[in-house]
């Protein structure tokens, strides 16, 4: 946990249920093998919007700010496999729904308006399945895993341990 930290690397995500985690690792193994860097069951997630490192007495505004949301939940189809050549990751995601990408949007919103500085990137809806992935392999056709999402939740991320949930958002 933090204890005496004075920075937390923090993102909000999609949190997979069991059964929806159990459906990603599923989908994972049509390309085991593709690297030696398998990203843990126990990480696999789906971000919405990365904070990277915050000071760590902004947790609270951060998670009231969150709570003030109130957006729709939505449906999110993961149906393909792909690769960042760059990043050199591959993932399986898939479309981002209108709903989904309003809730970025209002994330976005509400962590600017506390003034945080992260990088705003583009929401590209994919669960990092395998790091350190060289060159542009062939990938195969997958079935779509379909995920009712309800909630999200602000994770902290330390080296070498597994992420942490530190609270969870209920959509409408």
Same mark, same amino acid.
């Given at each position: 946990?933090?204890?005496?930290?004075?920075?937390?690397?923090? &993102? #909000?995500? @999609?949190?997979?249920?069991?059964?929806? %985690?159990? !459906?990603? /690792? %599923?989908?994972?193994? *049509?390309?085991? !093998? +593709?690297?030696?860097?398998?990203?843990?069951?126990?990480? +696999?997630?789906?971000?919405?919007? #990365?904070?990277? $490192?915050?000071? *760590?007495?902004?947790?609270?505004?951060?998670?009231?700010? *969150? %709570?003030?949301?109130?957006?729709? !939940?939505?449906? +999110?189809?993961?149906?393909?496999?792909?690769? &960042?050549? %760059?990043?050199?990751?591959?993932? +399986?995601?898939?479309?981002?729904?209108? =709903?989904?990408? =309003?809730?970025?949007? $209002? @994330?976005?919103?509400?962590?600017?308006?506390?003034?945080?500085? &992260? $990088?705003?990137?583009?929401?590209?809806?994919?669960?990092?399945?395998?790091?350190?992935?060289?060159?542009?392999?062939?990938?195969?056709?997958?079935?779509?895993?379909?995920?009712?999402?309800?909630?999200?939740?602000?994770?902290?991320? /330390?080296? !070498?341990?597994?992420?942490?949930? @530190?609270?969870?958002?209920?959509?409408?």
């Amino acid at each position: 946990m933090s204890g005496g930290k004075k920075r937390r690397r923090l &993102f #909000f995500a @999609l949190w997979p249920s069991p059964q929806i %985690r159990a !459906g990603i /690792v %599923r989908r994972r193994e *049509a390309i085991e !093998g +593709l690297s030696r860097r398998r990203v843990p069951d126990h990480n +696999l997630h789906l971000t919405l919007l #990365f904070l990277g $490192d915050q000071r *760590a007495d902004r947790v609270p505004e951060i998670t009231a700010a *969150a %709570r003030r949301l109130h957006a729709p !939940g939505f449906d +999110l189809v993961l149906d393909r496999l792909g690769c &960042f050549a %760059r990043a050199r990751v591959a993932w +399986l995601g898939g479309q981002a729904p209108a =709903a989904g990408n =309003a809730l970025v949007a $209002d @994330l976005t919103a509400g962590m600017e308006a506390l003034d945080l500085g &992260f $990088d705003h990137r583009p929401w590209a809806p994919h669960v990092t399945l395998f790091r350190k992935v060289s060159g542009r392999p062939e990938l195969p056709e997958i079935e779509p895993l379909a995920w009712p999402v309800s909630r999200f939740v602000l994770i902290e991320s /330390v080296p !070498g341990e597994p992420y942490e949930p @530190l609270a969870t958002f209920d959509l409408d």
